[in-house]
């Protein structure tokens, strides 16, 4: 099986059929990563996880091969569903009375997602990394470009509301 | 506390699945090669409309230095350096047409 690494190379040298095989190999675990911040919302998740695709595509020259190509992804994934959720915020802003109601389809294991409601979006993410995914938090500092003293102050922060 | 990990551990057993992952993967190839086409038709585009512009402008300059001299000075036009002149610009607008030829083969 080729290694992650290996089919970024070939992607820029040989063509994006090879990204296919990376798309196969991660739709899932980007697909969870979105179920779990947008709180089951399915079609947000299948959302995010197209767009990081996409994203990672068009940034792929920029992808450091001595970094994991997991970790890149999951940063432009979490940026991703940044982007959307601010897209939301500023819809959910107008005026949408005249808008027929929609009513998104929610999945998945309730208990968790009502664990990390309170959280802010900024604390869900940090702790799903932390404790779903087990990052360390020097990995979840570099993969969101912050600071791992401020990514720790973050994460005690949540878990304080939490207990 | 206790409850607290219990629902991270039960999270962490649950696995999601895309509904199709054949399908999401060439959807999104597809949209892929989509942005790729349309990004490299804009470049294309774009150098095209530039090399037009100056082809143009290359075209049209000897015709208003020609007209210039003509009409100012009507007595004794320099009939050499319009030559002169319009030698040296269609010259160079012969390299700009063959330098677009060149670039719009490459980029197809």
């Keep these: 099986m080729e290694t992650d690494e290996e089919l970024v190379r070939r992607t820029l040298s040989e063509g994006s059929h090879h990204f296919g095989v990376l798309i196969q190999r991660y739709a899932d675990y980007l697909f969870g990563l979105g179920m779990r911040l947008t709180s089951g919302n399915k079609e947000l998740a299948e959302d995010i996880s197209q767009q990081a695709f996409m994203k990672s595509f068009t940034y792929l020259k920029s992808f450091n091969s001595q970094k994991k190509f997991k970790h890149w992804l999951t940063g432009i994934a979490v940026n991703c569903y940044k982007d959307l959720i601010q897209k939301e915020n500023q819809h959910l802003s107008l005026n949408v009375n005249d808008e027929p109601s929609y009513t998104p389809h929610l999945e998945g294991n309730i208990d968790f997602f009502n664990l990390i409601k309170p959280l802010t979006e900024d604390e869900k993410i940090l702790f799903t990394l932390k404790y779903v995914y087990e990052y360390q938090i020097n990995e979840i500092a570099d993969l969101l470009n912050q600071k791992s003293g401020t990514v720790k102050s973050k994460i005690s922060r949540a878990l304080e509301k939490l207990k | ?108």
């Design chain 2, 1 to 108: 506390m206790n409850q607290l990990e219990t629902i991270i551990e039960k999270e962490k057993e649950t696995s999601y699945s895309q509904r199709n992952k054949e399908l999401f993967s060439f959807y999104t190839l597809t949209l892929i090669n989509q942005e790729q086409a349309s990004r490299k038709l804009k470049r294309k585009l774009w150098v095209s409309l530039l090399l037009i512009t100056g082809s143009l402008f290359l075209l049209l300059s000897p015709i208003s230095e020609m007209m210039n001299y003509f009409i100012l000075n009507l007595s004794s036009p320099s009939t050499v350096d319009i030559f002169k002149m319009a030698a040296v610009s269609y010259g160079f607008l012969f390299v700009l047409i063959v330098l677009l030829k060149k670039r719009i083969t490459i980029l197809s």
